[in-house]
């Protein structure tokens, strides 16, 4: 990417420097890229991005909607899951539903509470929680359910190289081999009418990169940090990943793209025929009872 040089914005892996400017038509371009290279969108699509009002989400839907404004075919919502967190997620949400207004882009919003009848805050009031698995998994379960709703045909999330590198390397630590295989740029490894493919079009951004986006764009101002973020495993592997970044620059990189050499090789060790359901609520689910049911049936033993 050429550049003016005028007063950089930032130093690319490659020791590139780049504007304001330059650097946000770089990073759209590299999203092009991603959307072409793992084959994302078909021609048809209506896309549900999943917002949350952090900046990875609120930088995708911009970013798409600026992007895919001259495709006819291509209509793009968003969903918005309101977990139960006090003081935090009220002002995201704000955030996240001022950005649909300004970009008319249509907000569906679902709730732990209308949906499950609790809170996340009540459900890690237990001693034996562990907020970011639970969160994580009535989340996923909520955004799929959400996303067949309204017909979209991918969920995209804002996922970023980052995330994916700290994925990566979480489930290695636990001996998640199967998990793994549902990572990458397209999640999962089956298919079925009840799911909705997710996909990531900034799987090959550093957050850095998202962040900077975000900030030039008036997309976000402050730093909301949820509460819940700090007891995560995730955040342990991300500082460490981050000290390695700093003394061994690429190494994100790396992480990514040697398991994308593996990837289609999980692929084929766990792909199904057929995802099953859930014979509680009909959802998808890899075993008899879905992982929302059966952390539900936990949560009212407690
Ligand atoms: S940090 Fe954890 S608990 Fe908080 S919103 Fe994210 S996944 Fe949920
Ligand atoms: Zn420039
Ligand atoms: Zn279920």
């Known amino acids: 990417m050429d550049c003016c040089n005028r007063n950089p914005v930032i130093?690319?892996?490659s020791g590139?420097?780049?504007?304001?400017?330059h650097f946000c038509k770089y990073f759209e371009k590299k999203i092009m890229r991603t959307i072409r290279r793992f084959?994302?969108?078909?021609k048809k699509e209506h896309i549900a991005v999943a917002l949350s009002g952090g900046k990875d989400s609120m930088s995708l839907l911009y970013a798409l909607k600026n992007l895919l404004k001259r495709s006819r075919k291509i209509s793009i919502s968003a969903i918005l899951i309101d977990e139960g967190i006090q003081g935090y997620r009220s002002k995201t949400g704000k955030r996240a539903a001022a950005l649909c207004r300004k970009l008319k882009v249509p907000l569906h919003i679902f709730s732990f509470r209308k949906e499950f009848n609790t809170t996340l805050d009540r459900i890690i009031s237990s001693r034996d929680s562990h907020p970011c698995t639970e969160c994580g998994i009535l989340r996923r379960y909520l955004l799929n359910k959400a996303a067949r709703k309204f017909k979209a045909t991918k969920l995209a999330t804002g996922h970023n190289l980052d995330d994916e590198a700290q994925a990566i390397l979480m489930n290695q630590l636990r001996r998640n081999t199967a998990l793994q295989a549902r990572l990458g740029p397209v999640t999962g490894v089956t298919t079925?009418?009840?799911?909705v493919p997710r996909i990531k079009p900034f799987y090959l951004m550093l957050e850095k990169e998202v962040a900077?986006?975000?900030y030039i764009n008036g997309l976000y101002d402050e730093y909301e940090s949820c509460p819940y973020e700090h007891d995560s495993f995730r955040a342990v592997v991300r500082d460490k990943l981050n000290?390695?970044?700093n003394s061994h620059q690429g190494a994100k990189n790396n992480i990514v793209a040697s398991f994308l050499d593996i990837l289609p090789l999980l692929h084929k060790r766990y792909a199904g025929k057929d995802i099953p359901t859930c014979r509680i609520c009909g959802e998808p689910?890899?075993?008899?009872?879905?992982?929302a049911c059966k952390l539900l049936?936990?949560?009212k033993h407690r």
């Open 11 to 13: 130093e690319l892996n």
């Open 16 to 21: 590139t420097k780049l504007c304001r400017t």
């Open 39 to 42: 084959r994302l969108l078909e």
């Open 192 to 195: 079925s009418r009840m799911f």
């Open 212 to 214: 900077l986006y975000a």
């Open 243 to 245: 000290d390695i970044e």
């Open 285 to 291: 689910s890899s075993s008899d009872v879905c992982n």
């Open 297 to 299: 049936g936990r949560i």
